[in-house]
C-alpha cells in the first residue's frame, strides 16, 4: 500500500522560510511524478509544483516559481519555501501519479494527510 506523509508545516513571518518533507513507502515510485499541491481555506486545491521521480526534470505555479524547490532523494520529496507570503497560507499536501508534468488533481492517484503552513504578515 503506498504511504506518503507530510511534514514540516507551521508558522512562520512572511518573508521566512520552510521545508516541508514527503516520506514515500509502499512501493517503487521509478516512473512516477511527485507532486505538491496547496488548498487555502475555501478554495479549491491547486497545483504547486512536481517533480519526475527518476530525473531532476521539474514544473512549478507561476505563483510560486523562483521561491520555491522541489526535489527529490531515495527517502522522499521536499518543497523548499522561501520569501513566504501571507497567501502561501493553505493546507499542503504530497502527491503521487503517473504523469509528468501533472497540474490537475486527478491526474495523481496517491495521497498524503497534509500538513498546515501558515504565514503571518
Known amino acids: 500500500q503506498v504511504r506518503l506523509v507530510e511534514s514540516g508545516g507551521g508558522l512562520v513571518q512572511a518573508g521566512g522560510s520552510l521545508r516541508l518533507s514527503c516520506a514515500t513507502s509502499?512501493?517503487?515510485?521509478?516512473?512516477?511524478?511527485m507532486g505538491w499541491f496547496r488548498q487555502a481555506p475555501g478554495k479549491e486545491r491547486e497545483f504547486v509544483a512536481t517533480?519526475?521521480?527518476?530525473?531532476?526534470n521539474s514544473y512549478y505555479a507561476d505563483s510560486v516559481k523562483g521561491r520555491f524547490t522541489i526535489s527529490r532523494d531515495d527517502g522522499g520529496v521536499y518543497l523548499q519555501m522561501n520569501t513566504l507570503k501571507p497567501e502561501d497560507t493553505a493546507v499542503y499536501y504530497c502527491?503521487?501519479?503517473?504523469?509528468?508534468?501533472?497540474?490537475?488533481?486527478?491526474?495523481?492517484?496517491?495521497w498524503g494527510q497534509g500538513t498546515q503552513v501558515t504565514v503571518s504578515s
Open positions: 517533480i519526475k521521480w527518476g530525473g531532476s
Open positions: 502527491a503521487a501519479g503517473p504523469t509528468y508534468p501533472g497540474t490537475r488533481r486527478w491526474q495523481y492517484d496517491s
Open positions: 509502499g512501493r517503487t515510485f521509478s516512473n512516477y511524478a
